[in-house]
């Protein structure tokens, strides 16, 4: 039990931090959940709609402060490549990519001459 008012006061804001964060936490959890069952249920055009969702949820829970901008960036890069992976596998392509060996438009310049 705390001994002093400020003790109270900080048990109090800790519980409806704890509570906030909490649900951010679980929703963004949720969606990710729902984008890997929709990769392995073979329904990639429907996670590659669904993926900006994802990623938005993704970092709308860093900008509350409850996932590092760090940890939220890895999580994006990796259900990112978990669905090109997928689309690799199943179409032998892809979301764009500039690849080695792919062919790049020459500058300008080069052009011209």
Known sequence: MANTKQAVKRTR???????RNRY????????????????ESGDL???REFLPKVVSMIQHTAS??????????????RISNL???ALKDSEGKG????KKGA?????AKKDRE
Do not use: C, W
């Open 24 to 39: 951010h936490l679980s929703r963004m959890r949720t969606y990710i959940r729902n984008f890997k069952k929709l990769i």
């Open 45 to 47: 055009e429907g996670a």
């Open 95 to 98: 979301l764009p990519e500039n």
């Open 103 to 107: 062919k790049v438009k020459k500058s």
């Open 83 to 85: 669905l090109n992976k």
């Open 64 to 77: 509350k402060g409850v996932i590092h901008r760090n940890e939220a960036s890895r999580r994006v890069s």
């Open 13 to 19: 804001r800790d519980q409806r931090r704890r509570e």
